[in-house]
């Protein structure tokens, strides 16, 4: 697979706007998993060399944040909170019935690839708790119940 | 405007932000226009010392005194640019007050982001914005745009001579990135892992360039100070420290949400505006000032809520986003999340932090499940005393992560051994699992 032409030039405009190629290695890896939802070895080379920068050096930036997905996600990503403000809001109750719902834990991908689901810091949402952001927006959702999680999931489309 | 709100009078209920000529219409840019034609950077710089603005990402450093080190033009060692970042990588538990001040006026973050690099000498301005916050990214990124094309970005700003140009990095998760030092190392392009001070920032930053590093909430200020006076901001407080808060209130509430008061407004009066304690109705304790705050309790309601008074009250002010707990919810189970949280987030460079936080972490678990034994009271007492006290771990991620744990051992020992004594949580055995 390699990079569409756009997304070579967003690149390109990323790097000579922003603080030069290693400024713009994260925002290069953001854009290509905005594009494909996550990062392949291919795209990952092939951004490294239009920056200039080593492929080793660009496995570092990207194995480093937890937002940047290095193997397949699902169709629907779930990233719910379990900071202690959810917590306090029954949010072990929302996240175990997330789990029994989808069969899945933390970090995993449903077998027929539709859901991924993930366990992520206070996402800012603690007025709405428990919360979780869904998609490819990062839409804030809550306050869940265990009730509620199935119109959840079915918007959490990336 | 509303005028004992500033920072978040004019947000709208559905957080939209504003156009450029839509802000424009409700006095915005004024300040800029008022700065950079009336005023001298040093004049901005000293009108924000006079109002007494701390900053508000959780040190409560004031924000002139650190703006001072910046060099001024001809002082600067070597050719470069100075930069002037905004951090908005808002992670703490229990902090949400970031998020409305990025999405609904992020006009008001670049008005006061292009006075403080007025005043700092700076010609970049950086925000890094948390990836969790994709709104925020693309409102801040449009109002940028629009500042742009009406002048107030770019080249000579109004006339001035002065130039400035902004964008937005987006992160992509780890708490650790909210470090200063950290964040600048991630804008070089590295992995987020805090620097060794000195140099600091203002000397030596962004790539070796002078660099400051200031919270959304404090950049938002700003404007406010220079079109109203140093004066007025400072009596917006109830203390000493200049300005309202945007305080936030979570956990055991009814009405949990971002409440802008005078600095200083007492615990007790937020939760009221929160509308009370929920759950039992009555307050066990609370974090002032998010997950990296120690507990406090109900004899705390009265302390006014500022950095001086947190601190002296044995706490620390942070974020000014409180946690509650009512009489149902178990403080050690809160630690333990807290605990859990940390240890994920430790980036990983110190030994006490990286290998020392899962350990309590684990230990924490046990202890709520009721499996615990009394010697892990030692070990978590004695990790506390080694971690605790700032400077023993390149940065204060470890500190603050030690901050609820030492005071929730020495308010709640008690609790702690009766876990172990009784083989479960007993506010769980009275009150049933997550009552809220
Ligand atoms: C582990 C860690 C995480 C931090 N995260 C943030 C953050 O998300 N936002 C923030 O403004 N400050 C954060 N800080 C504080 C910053 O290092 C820095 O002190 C602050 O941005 C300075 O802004 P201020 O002076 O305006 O408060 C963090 C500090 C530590 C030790
Ligand atoms: S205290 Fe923790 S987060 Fe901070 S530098 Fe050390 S290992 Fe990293
Ligand atoms: S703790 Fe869950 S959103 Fe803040």
Redesign the pocket.
């Known amino acids: 697979m390699t990079l569409s032409a756009d997304l070579r030039s967003e690149i390109t405009h990323a790097m000579d706007h922003h603080g030069g190629p290693r400024a713009a290695m994260l925002e290069s890896l953001r854009m290509i998993q905005q594009a494909h939802g996550w990062v392949c070895d291919a795209h990952l080379e092939e951004a490294a060399a239009l920056l200039g920068v080593t492929t080793a050096e660009m496995e570092d930036i990207a194995t480093f944040y937890s937002l940047i997905f290095r193997q397949p996600v699902g169709e629907r990503l779930i990233l719910l909170c379990d900071g202690a403000s959810c917590y306090l809001n029954g949010g072990e109750d929302v996240r175990d019935a997330v789990m029994a719902r989808l069969g899945i834990g933390f970090g995993q991908t449903t077998p027929d690839g539709k859901y991924t689901l993930i366990n992520i810091c206070c996402v800012g949402g603690c007025d709405h708790a428990p919360a979780a952001v869904i998609g490819r927006d990062r839409k804030l959702v809550g306050p869940l119940t265990p009730e509620t999680i199935d119109e959840i999931l079915g918007e959490a489309a990336l | 405007m509303n005028e004992h709100k500033p920072l978040t009078g004019r947000a709208r209920p559905d957080r939209s932000p504003h156009t450029l000529e839509e802000w424009r219409k409700l006095g915005g840019y004024a300040a800029v226009e008022r700065g950079l034609k009336a005023l001298s950077p040093e004049q901005v710089l000293d009108m924000v010392d006079d109002a007494n603005l701390n ?5 409560g ?1 004031p ?1 002139a005194k ?1 703006w001072r080190f910046m060099p001024k033009p001809g002082q600067s060692p070597g050719d470069g640019p100075s930069y002037f970042i905004v ?1 908005g ?4 538990p229990g902090a949400f007050k970031d998020r409305i001040l990025l999405e609904a006026v992020p006009h008001q973050l670049i008005e006061g982001a292009i006075l403080a690099a007025y005043a700092t000498h700076s010609s970049e301005i950086i925000v890094l914005i948390r990836d969790a916050y994709r709104d925020a990214i693309a409102n801040v990124t449009r109002a940028i745009a629009e500042a742009e094309a009406a002048g107030y970005l770019g080249r000579n700003v109004l006339g001035s001579g002065f130039d400035v140009k902004m964008w937005v990095h987006p992160s992509a998760g780890r ?2 990135v ?3 030092t950290a964040l600048i190392e991630a804008l070089e392009g590295k992995r987020a892992v805090p620097r060794k001070r000195p140099p600091f920032p203002a000397q030596s930053g962004l790539w070796g360039r002078p660099t400051t ?4 909430e ?1 950049v938002s200020c700003v404007s406010h100070i220079v079109a109203n006076g140093a004066q007025w901001f400072r009596a917006l407080s109830r203390t000493e420290e200049g300005g309202t808060k945007v305080f936030g209130v979570s956990g055991r509430v009814n009405r949990p949400g971002i409440i802008e008061a005078p600095m200083g407004t007492p615990a007790g009066e937020l939760i009221e505006q929160a509308g009370g304690v929920s759950g039992t109705g009555v307050l066990r304790c609370f974090q002032p000032g998010g997950g990296a705050s120690g507990f406090l309790e109900p004899d705390a309601l009265d302390v006014p809520l500022d950095f001086g008074n947190v601190a002296k009250a044995g706490s620390m002010f942070g974020t000014g986003t409180m946690i509650v707990l009512d009489q149902s919810a178990c403080p050690l189970a809160v630690i333990a999340r807290h605990m859990a949280f940390y240890a994920r987030e430790s980036c990983g460079w110190c030994t006490p932090c990286r290998d020392g936080l899962p350990w309590v972490a684990q230990i924490m678990m046990r202890l709520e499940r009721g499996e615990g034994r009394m010697e892990d009271l030692d070990v978590l007492r004695e990790t506390v005393a080694i971690a605790g006290p700032r400077g023993r771990t390149f ?3 470890m500190g ?1 992560a030690m901050a609820p744990l030492g005071s929730g051992l020495a308010r709640f020992g008690d609790l702690f051994e009766a876990h172990v004594r009784e083989g479960c949580c007993p506010i769980a055995r009275e009150y049933g699992r997550s009552a809220a």
């Not at chain 2, 590093?213 to 959304?216: A, D, E, I, P, S």
Request: aromatic share 8%; net charge negative; glycine share 18%.
């Open positions: 900053g508000r990402g959780g040190a450093f924000a650190k951090n990588d808002e992670m703490e708490y650790i909210g470090e200063e590093v200031n919270n959304v404090t940065c204060d991620l603050g």
